[in-house]
């Protein structure tokens, strides 16, 4: 019908070197954290270790899941594995939630309950996590707006270099005054700064596994729009959801005038409505598909196709 569009999905840059060192990084401050923990005792670095953890594993799932989505798509899969970054993001926001909620309540136990901590090693293990999380952060921060998979990873470095400089914190105060709490506080807030970031990017992405209408786009609006079309009488059966990042899609039955059936005019319509769609809105939505029909055709169309 003279409307040529390309199904090879957007958005799928390479982002598996970036990954692949920010990795690497992560995974030598692991170790040298995890050693720290033993040899200061400290609640605060314990819990960044264990919080790096996560996030070796997360990064590891991230590669893994940036390897999957560059696979083309299939007759099996027609995205792909272009979905893989949302599993990926879900189930890093998930483990970092598990782990904000272990940090709370080990860190309100050890407010009451401090153990002795060795504050000058534990700066400098706190220094050493800090510039590696640094490292990560100028690796990861040109393609954080990528996806959601880069977004999580960009935060889970974000978060540990948060977490580093609270380390570090806690033992200029264990050091200066002596007050041993300070490594429990920064513990708590280590925890505090973990799971706001982490709910929102579950809501995220649990919206697209439930395939809701992607943020910023009001199918209100998209009706209107496409009504003030010449010829179309009526929008239904709209729906719309997010494949991936920078992947949204549309699908709506577009009644229109029986004499476009007969004067070929069916065929400008549906290039209009899909022109429309993507470029009049501010989420452009480049992979639509409708079914243009005359208005007789809604009498056979299953109840559902409200």
């Known amino acids: 019908m003279g409307h040529d569009h390309d199904h090879a999905p957007p958005g799928a840059a390479d982002h598996r070197g970036r990954l692949t060192i920010a990795f690497a990084i992560t995974t030598a401050i692991l170790i040298a954290q995890a050693v720290g923990a033993l040899i200061t005792g400290s609640l605060a ?6 919080h790096m953890l996560t996030d070796a594993g997360g990064l590891l799932l991230a590669l893994f899941a940036a390897s999957l989505s560059m696979r083309p798509p299939s007759e099996r899969r027609t995205w792909g594995y272009r979905r893989a970054e949302v599993l990926a993001a879900l189930a890093q926001a998930a483990v970092l ?17 401090p153990p ?21 952060i100028l690796v990861l921060s040109s393609g ?3 996806n959601f998979n880069m ?25 200066t005054t002596g007050w041993q709490q300070a490594d429990a506080v920064a513990g708590l807030l280590i925890g505090a700064l973990i799971l706001p970031r982490a709910f929102k990017l579950l809501l995220e992405t649990s919206a697209v596994l439930l395939e809701s209408t992607p943020p910023g786009l009001d199918l209100a609006d998209v009706r209107a729009h496409l009504l003030q079309l010449e010829h179309v009488r009526e929008v239904h059966d709209m729906h719309a959801s997010l494949i991936a990042t920078g992947l949204p899609v549309l699908s709506a039955h577009v009644v229109v005038d029986e004499e476009c059936f007969n004067d070929g005019h069916a065929g400008r319509i549906l290039d209009q409505l899909q022109e429309c769609v993507a470029t009049h809105f501010d989420v452009a939505v480049e992979h639509s ?14 109840p559902s196709h409200a």
Not at 97 to 113: P, S, T
Not at 116 to 136: D, K, Q
Not at 289 to 296: G, L
């Open 45 to 50: 670095l314990l819990v960044d270790t264990a």
């Open 97 to 113: 939630l598990a782990v904000g909620g272990y940090v709370l309540i080990e860190g309100v136990q050890r407010l009451f309950d």
């Open 116 to 136: 002795e901590i060795a504050s000058n090693e534990l700066i400098v293990f706190g220094i050493i996590g800090l510039v590696g999380n640094i490292a990560s």
């Open 144 to 146: 954080r707006s990528a």
């Open 151 to 175: 977004r999580a990873a960009f935060l889970e470095v974000v978060n540990d270099a948060l977490g580093s400089v609270a380390v570090i914190v806690a033992a200029i105060v264990i050091a």
């Open 289 to 302: 598909t409708f079914q243009v029909e005359p208005a007789a055709h809604r009498d056979h169309e299953h």
